[in-house]
């Protein structure tokens, strides 16, 4: 089963909030808005700057660099910053997962490295799971970590690393030990330094050009026994942990929510009728959706591992991110791909991003079969 109990954000948060607009107002890099911004838009000055002003690492302890701010102090800061379409993608995935991760399972000798620099807005992490033969069914990665002197050697590929480019540190799932039964068990976390010359890093474009994600390919990498995040065959448990925060979040159902923007104002002066039939419903679907998602922050600030409810927030919000391309695309007057206006641009951009919305992170059948689990139906 699942709970998702009705969550009220507190008095203080107001004040954040505003406290939030303000900075944005004086700190964002000048530029257009663009779908998918905390994936793609970077700015090493900005993710400085939300460092500093302690947007980052909010909720980690003070002594690893953190805030100790709640999880819902947080999320008020999340969703200003994804409204703003702020470009916030390189501190990403550090803020959101790893960081966690490692105060969760890492050493403390991890944590006093990795935290503070994160917290800082100066170190990116990227999510090295897939393999191309290991997506959705993740327990069949291939690539492989054995044991060499006092440390390890690691070979083998991972793909569809986001950001992979820009970071410093990919947090690597490998095989550390032989193919049971179970294929569960063998599974190890490492930390891969990017920086070192035994790992290749591809690009893959989508069809723009646009680069974002990559293949990365490891060259007997040597893993120093210090980089294996807590114990070698505990990698299972803690990305099962890890997932619930990286499906969870607002900017599960708010990448498009320039294009909403663009879309609602568009309409209410060229098709009233579509804004009352079409886009309203677009509206009340995603503060539905928002409900459920700040319910989750909740169950994290207790300590809880909503694993069950991440994927029923990633579900609904990726379809719906989808559903604002598709009515955008049959209200919009012209032909995607002409570049002449915003609305036309984000809708072209929605259209070339809208097939990685109900893939990353899970795609939308395995949530489902998550979900009928929970559900105890399947
Ligand atoms: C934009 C984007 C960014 C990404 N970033 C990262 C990243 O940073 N790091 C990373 O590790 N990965 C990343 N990924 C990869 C992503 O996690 C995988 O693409 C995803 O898990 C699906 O795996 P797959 O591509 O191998 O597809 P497959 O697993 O081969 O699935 C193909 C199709 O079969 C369906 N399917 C598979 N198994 C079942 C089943 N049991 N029941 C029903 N249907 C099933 C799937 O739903 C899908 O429709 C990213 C992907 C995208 C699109």
Redesign the pocket.
């Known amino acids: 089963m699942f709970t998702f109990e009705p969550a009220r954000l507190p008095e203080s948060t107001r004040k954040l909030r505003q406290e939030v607009r303000e900075f944005l107002k004086s700190e964002q890099p000048p530029g257009k808005a663009q779908v998918d911004a905390w994936?793609g838009a970077f700015s090493p000055d900005f993710s400085r700057k939300l460092g500093k002003q302690g947007y980052i690492g909010m909720t980690w302890p003070r002594r690893y660099g953190g805030h100790e701010r709640s999880e819902l102090e947080r999320y008020v800061v999340l969703e200003e910053l994804l409204a703003a379409a702020a470009p916030v993608s390189l501190h990403w995935v550090a803020d959101r997962q790893m960081g966690p991760l490692i105060l969760r399972y890492g050493t403390e000798e991890q944590k006093q490295r990795y935290l503070p620099k994160m917290a800082q807005g100066e170190s990116y992490w990227?999510?090295?799971?897939?393999e191309p033969g290991?997506?959705?069914?993740l327990a069949a990665i291939t690539a492989k970590l054995v044991p060499d002197g006092p440390g390890y050697r690691l070979s083998g590929q991972?793909i569809?690393?986001?950001?992979a480019h820009r970071s410093h540190y990919m947090m690597t799932l490998v095989r550390s030990g032989e193919t049971s039964s179970d294929r569960h068990q063998g599974l190890t976390n490492v930390i891969v330094d990017l920086a070192d010359p035994a790992v290749a890093i591809r690009p893959i474009r989508i069809l723009n050009g646009e680069h974002h994600?990559n293949e990365v390919f490891f060259h007997d990498v040597s893993i120093p026994p210090e980089s294996v995040l807590g114990v070698v065959g505990d990698g299972w448990t803690q990305v099962t942990e890890e997932l619930a925060h990286e499906r969870s979040g607002p900017e599960r159902f708010l990448s498009t929510l320039p294009l909403l923007r663009s879309l609602s104002t568009y309409a209410r002066s060229h098709d009233h009728v579509a804004f009352v039939r079409e886009i309203m419903p677009l509206i009340s679907e995603l503060v539905t959706i928002r409900e459920l998602s700040l319910a989750i922050a909740v169950i994290l600030s207790q300590g809880g591992h909503p694993v069950v409810e991440a994927a029923v927030v990633k579900d609904m919000g990726t379809k719906l991110e989808r559903k604002i391309t598709e009515v955008a695309e049959r209200i919009l007057p012209q032909v995607p791909g002409c570049d002449q206006d915003d609305f036309t641009r984000l809708v072209t951009d929605s259209l070339l991003h809208g097939?990685?919305f109900t893939?990353?992170?899970?795609?939308?059948?395995?949530l489902q079969?998550i979900i009928a689990r929970g559900l105890g139906t399947r």
């Open positions: 994936l990227a999510i090295g799971m897939s290991a997506g959705s069914d991972k569809w690393t986001s950001g994600f097939p990685g893939i990353r992170g899970g795609t939308n059948e395995i079969g």
